[in-house]
């Protein structure tokens, strides 16, 4: 498409973008998907498009849906469905009337139920939309007899009536080959909602798992992590309709089952080997020294270099979408991970003997939950108000970014480094203290919580504590008998990063330090694949909007996130001694992107890095400790325990890595 657009250039109508809006919705890039068309809708509205245009309006209408912004995707809806019958296309206004129905579905599911009453009759009204689309035909695929009938199925489920419930699904066909990936998931989900509530959980299981194989199949094909966790989008309900139904038989096996399910499905491919690109990387290149220029420029001095730092950014920017676009377009070579059990975490546990314990934290009907795993079995706790951990996630994370800041008054610090000790106190007393985990802690969680600093509450000082965006089957390193090979590299700007990188890189037997120049992106990029240990002293930053081009500044300008996408690292232990580049972004399906993230995907056997800014006077003290404790254990959670066990103000650095043990598949 746009290679299509680039031969008519000139072409303003807002097809183009409407087309390309079309194949973003359905990939589940709504964010994306959004911006496309509301460029595209006053550009058919000025030429006159009126199909298109109400075309173009009910697609963002599912896209807002999508991002949760029910009102607006309501009033888009209905718009659509307006200018669909001003112009008698029926088939279009009915297909609107079901997106209509489906996102006051959606919205009742997350703000409150009504009546059984007020069900029964949205359940009728989409029925009656039911028999108008049966007259009418499907359009793009979109049969709306099928997706009315099953709004219908889930009103009369939250109304009680099973067997009305259960006579409508009987009427919508069990195959919908080449219906939307949406529509075939939905099927599925409605189908598992249904099995639960009659009380059949093995038919509702038998569900979940074909809703999440045809999820898993399609995203075998995409070759890039963000399309992967992005098609995740399409499994969300069915995910919570598994997890609530666990959460509704009181077991907690049951419960960190589903929840793993659904996280090892949303965590996609686990490697992916991109085609060589020459565009691609040309305009990384460009990327690249369109940041290295804008760093070289004063700070807060010259307002002309302030606007051309601004300048440089926003066309570096646009590169960087123009990469992200690219990567879309790639096909698959890998295979989505299958989930650990808590029958398989039990067994593990139990052949260690050492006391460690698993806690699945998810979020549930407004709490926060944890799944405790020990060697004996499993127990379901039950925590805290979310609202409440939220909002002292906030004050913990505001409190480091204070505390970090070496240019404020010492007695400033001093308060900030007070707030953040209670705020840890709470959240300890809160998430970690009622699991009573005395020996080694493996954390799962989502946003927010996985960006907490847990190394630093009390009760895990000097004890080893590992993180991950969902139970991980462990990677043992690749070992071949010799001393371990070690990488240190100093990025510009850092200002104790050479002093770091020539004591840490001395102390091993194989320690090998960049500095100055020779520490270039490419210099890095290649030692990745063939170092045991990669140590990077260097600012860092984490994209909030664009996760996969968080970056290390290196000396030819940023390591990207995303040129590191189909390296295959050697169970390699990575140290990013970096700012927050230990920060994660939350994707609508529920996965979190970074560059921890995509490092553990690649192979990495842990990655230890900040997930707030890191005072380079910090780093330089901790980090040859670290080292110290790596070389003697070969344990990298260990080792980040006993590195911070006596310093006096926390530190954000954190261990993420998989639970040690549990077998690779």
């Known amino acids: 498409m746009d290679r299509s657009y680039q031969q008519a250039p000139e072409q303003d109508d807002g097809i183009p973008l409407l087309g390309k809006a079309e194949v973003l919705v359905e990939a589940g890039l709504w964010t994306e998907a959004d911006a496309a068309l509301a460029e595209a809708i006053p550009q058919l509205q000025r030429a006159g498009l009126r199909l298109d245009r109400a075309e173009a309006e009910y697609f963002r209408a599912r896209t807002l849906l999508g991002l949760e912004r029910y009102p607006d995707a309501k009033r888009w809806a209905a718009l659509a469905r307006r200018h669909f019958e001003a112009g008698g296309h029926a ?3 009915v297909v609107a009337r079901v997106l209509e129905l489906e996102i006051e579905l959606s919205r009742a599911r997350k703000e409150g139920v009504p009546s059984a009453r007020t069900c029964r009759r949205r359940a009728l009204e989409a029925l009656d939309v039911a028999d108008r689309g049966s007259t009418t035909g499907a359009v793009l695929g979109r049969e709306p007899t099928v997706g009315a009938r099953l709004i219908a199925v889930q009103w009369l489920l939250s ?5 009305a419930a259960r006579g409508v699904l009987a009427e ?3 195959n919908l080959r080449g219906a939307p990936l949406t529509l075939r998931v939905q099927r599925y989900a409605v189908a598992a909602e249904l099995a639960f509530a009659a009380g059949d959980r093995p038919a509702g299981l038998r569900a979940v798992k074909r809703g999440f194989g045809i999820l898993a199949e399609h995203r075998a094909r995409l070759g890039s992590v963000d399309s992967v966790a992005a098609a995740a989008v399409h499994a969300v309900g069915l995910n919570w309709t598994d997890v609530a139904a666990a959460r509704a038989t009181g077991r907690a096996s049951a419960v960190f089952d589903a929840v793993e399910r659904g996280r090892a499905t949303f965590a996609g491919a686990a490697r992916v080997t991109p085609p060589e690109d020459p565009e691609s990387a040309e305009l990384l290149a460009t990327a690249r020294a369109l940041l290295a220029r804008a760093r070289e420029l004063p700070v807060d001095t010259d307002p002309a270099a ?4 601004d300048d440089l950014h926003r066309r570096a920017r646009a590169l960087q979408d123009r990469l992200r676009e690219r990567s879309w377009q790639r096909t698959g070579d890998a295979e989505v991970a299958h989930a650990v059990t808590s029958r398989e975490v039990v067994r593990l546990l139990a052949g260690r003997g050492d006391g460690a314990v698993v806690a699945d934290y998810a979020v549930v009907g407004g709490r926060v939950l944890a799944v405790r795993i020990d060697a004996r079995g499993t127990r ?4 805290a108000d979310a609202v409440e951990v939220t909002e002292r996630i906030r004050r913990v994370r505001a409190d480091l970014q204070i505390a970090s800041n070496e240019l404020i008054p010492p007695p400033l610090h001093q308060v900030a480094v007070a707030s953040l000790n ?3 106190r ?12 005395e020996s080694d802690l493996y954390v799962a969680a989502r946003d927010p919580l996985i960006a907490l600093p847990w190394s630093s509450f009390p009760s895990r000082r000097g004890r080893r504590t590992a993180v991950n965006s969902h139970v991980a089957r462990g990677r043992a390193a690749d070992g071949d008998g010799r001393a371990p090979r070690v990488l240190a590299v100093a990025g510009p700007g850092v200002q104790h990063a050479d002093r770091e990188v020539l004591d840490v890189a001395g102390g091993w037997e194989r320690g090998t330090a960049l500095t100055g120049a020779d520490a270039s992106t490419d210099a890095v990029r290649r030692a990745f694949e063939d170092h045991d240990v990669v140590h990077l002293a260097a600012h860092g930053r984490h994209d909030a909007d664009n996760p996969l081009f968080a970056c290390i500044e290196l000396a030819d300008g940023p390591l990207f996130a995303h040129e590191l996408d189909g390296l295959h690292l050697p169970r390699s232990v990575v140290v990013l001694s970096a700012c927050e580049v230990g920060g994660v972004t939350p994707g609508l399906g529920g996965e979190v992107l970074g560059l921890t993230s995509v490092l553990l995907r690649l192979g990495a056997r842990a990655v ?23 070389r003697a254990s070969d344990d990298p959670e260990g080792a980040l325990a006993l590195a911070l066990a006596d310093v006096a103000e926390p530190v954000p650095l954190v261990c993420f890595s998989s639970v040690a043990g549990l077998a690779p598949e």
Do not use: F, N, Q, Y
Not at 159 to 163: F, K, L, R
Not at 430 to 437: D, E, M, S, T, Y
Not at 608 to 630: G, K, N, Q, T, W
């Open 608 to 630: 230890i890095a900040s997930v707030a800014p890191l005072p380079d006077v910090v780093a330089a003290e901790i980090m040859p400790r670290l080292h110290a404790e790596l």
């Open 380 to 383: 379901l706790v039950d925590l």
């Open 172 to 174: 919508v066909p069990s």
């Open 422 to 424: 209670t705020g840890l």
């Open 159 to 163: 109304a009680g009536d099973i067997e």
């Open 91 to 93: 088939s279009w206004a």
């Open 426 to 437: 709470r959240l300890d007393d809160l998430l970690v203290r009622p699991l009573a985990a």
């Open 306 to 309: 302030a606007r051309e730092r």
